[in-house]
C-alpha cells in the first residue's frame, strides 16, 4: 500500500519492546516549562470559580459545536473562566504547577493564545494566556477578525466568534522526554484542552466550535510563531450562541 507522510508517522512513531528502549531521547537541558511574554501590558483576570456550576452530566449532553454567534461581547468573568477551565492551574507539587487538562508526562507543551474580537473591557487584539499568573498578556492591539476568518480558510465563524483560541505546541518541551512519539501526544494533549473548553462554554451558556481547518503559516505569522520551534496546532472559537 502506497505509504503518504501520515502513514509513515503512525508507522515510525510506534513504540514496539525494542524502540521504546533503543530511542529514549538523550535528555539535554531541559526547555522553559512556560512561555512569559515580557514588557508587554498584562491583564490580571478576575478570580474564576472553582466549585459548583452546570452539573456535568448536563453540560456533556448539552454540548454541540456552534457556528453562529450574535454580536454579544463576552464578559471578562466570563473568559476568565474559559481560560481557567482550559489551562488554569489546579494544583501544585511543591512549585510545579498541574493544570485543568492532562498533558503527557506533565510536560504541557501547549500555549493558549487568542484573537479578542469582542470582550467588554478588553480591547481587540491578541493576547497569550499566562497561566500561572492567570493572566493575559497583550501582543498586539487591533481588529483581526477578517485574518483570523481568512486563515481558518474562509469560515466566518472566526470573525463572528467573540474570542478565537488559538493552541500551538513548542514541541521541544515534549521532544526532551519522547523524542517524536511526542508529536502524537501534544495534538491528544491539544484535543483534551479543546474539550474543556468547549464543556466549559456550555457551562456559561455559551457556544463553541473547534477547527482543524487553517491555514498554519497564516496564524503563526499573525502571532509571531516560527511555525518550527513552535506552530498553531488547533483553534477554537467561542461567543454567545446565535439564532
Ligand atoms: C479535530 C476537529 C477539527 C474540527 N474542525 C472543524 C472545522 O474546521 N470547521 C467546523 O465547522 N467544524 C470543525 N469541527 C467540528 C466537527 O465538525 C463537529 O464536532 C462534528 O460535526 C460533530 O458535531 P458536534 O460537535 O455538534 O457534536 C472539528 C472537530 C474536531 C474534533
Not at 40 to 57: A, F, N, Q, S, Y
Not at 192 to 207: C, P, T, Y
Request: proline share 5%; charged share 25%.
Amino acid at each position: 500500500m502506497d505509504s503518504g507522510i501520515g502513514d509513515r508517522f503512525q508507522t515510525g512513531t510506534k513504540y514496539d519492546r525494542d524502540r521504546i528502549i533503543r530511542e529514549r531521547p538523550e535528555r539535554g537541558r531541559r526547555p522553559a516549562r512556560h512561555k512569559i511574554y515580557s514588557d508587554v501590558e498584562k491583564i490580571v483576570l478576575p478570580e474564576p470559580e472553582r466549585d459548583g456550576g452546570t452539573p456535568l452530566w448536563r453540560t456533556i449532553r448539552q454540548r454541540r459545536s456552534v457556528r453562529n454567534f450574535g454580536p454579544e461581547a463576552l464578559s471578562l468573568p466570563e473568559l476568565s473562566q474559559l481560560l481557567w477551565a482550559v489551562q488554569g492551574v489546579t494544583g501544585r507539587i511543591n512549585a510545579f504547577a498541574l493544570r485543568a487538562a492532562p498533558s503527557a508526562g506533565a510536560l504541557y507543551p501547549t500555549e493558549t493564545y487568542l484573537i479578542v474580537n469582542s470582550v467588554a473591557g478588553l480591547e481587540p487584539g491578541i493576547y497569550h494566556f499566562d497561566a500561572e499568573n492567570h493572566a493575559l498578556a497583550c501582543l498586539r492591539k487591533g481588529s483581526f477578525a477578517r485574518e483570523a476568518s481568512a486563515a481558518a480558510l474562509g469560515q466566518h465563524m472566526a470573525a463572528r466568534a467573540a474570542v478565537v483560541f488559538l493552541w500551538s505546541s513548542v514541541f521541544d518541551r515534549a521532544k526532551w522526554k519522547y523524542g517524536q512519539r511526542a508529536y502524537r501526544y501534544v495534538y491528544l494533549d491539544a484535543g483534551h484542552i479543546a474539550q474543556n473548553l468547549a464543556l466549559a462554554a456550555v457551562a456559561l451558556g455559551l457556544g463553541s466550535c473547534q477547527i482543524g481547518a487553517f491555514f498554519d503559516d497564516e496564524l503563526n505569522e499573525l502571532i509571531g510563531l516560527d511555525g518550527e520551534n513552535e506552530s498553531v496546532i488547533y483553534l477554537s472559537v467561542v461567543g454567545c450562541p446565535g439564532s
